[in-house]
């Protein structure tokens, strides 16, 4: 019996294929024989999502009679599809949705609006969280700015 232990794959990873893949060698008696070589296949399986842009300035808006809508995406860069949830900051600003999945290798496309209800300068943020295996730390919050004149 052989027991092959594999090297622990770190917490932020590639996830391309056999990154981790490695060979292990026997060598049986009697002496002169030849060695006998397994290869070994291990690839990260995990998401790696990231915000595309990572700012989405909305520019002038008029306060209390508009509203403008701007396309992100969540990118999932990894191999296995991430459920997502969606939290924002920011009370003029809104999310056309919660929760969304990101295929793998792929992206979930998004909205997000404002609708100024002051006048004067806006900001607020969208962060992104998932149940899925991580191969790479979640993103940074994306920013979100505008003006309601």
């Known amino acids: 019996m052989v027991t092959v232990t594999p090297k622990a794959i770190p917490a932020t990873s590639s996830t391309a294929a056999d990154l981790y893949a490695d060979t292990v060698t026997f060598q049986t008696t009697p002496a002169h024989e030849s060695p006998y070589v397994a290869s070994l296949h291990m ?24 509203s403008r809508t701007k396309a992100y995406a969540v990118v999932n860069d990894g191999n296995v599809a991430a459920p997502i949830t969606l939290t924002k900051t920011g009370g003029q600003f809104s999310l056309d949705k919660n929760t969304a999945t990101a295929s793998a290798g792929s992206n979930a496309a998004l909205n997000a609006s404002f609708t100024p209800v002051n006048t004067g300068m806006a900001s607020g943020t969208v962060s992104v969280s998932t149940t899925a295996k991580l191969c790479g730390p979640l993103p ?10």
Do not use: E, R, W, Y
């Open 43 to 66: 690839t990260a399986q995990g998401v790696i999502l990231s915000f595309n842009p990572t700012t989405l300035d909305f520019g002038k808006v008029k306060a209390n009679n508009g």
């Open 140 to 149: 940074a919050a994306m920013t979100l700015t505008g003006t309601g004149f």
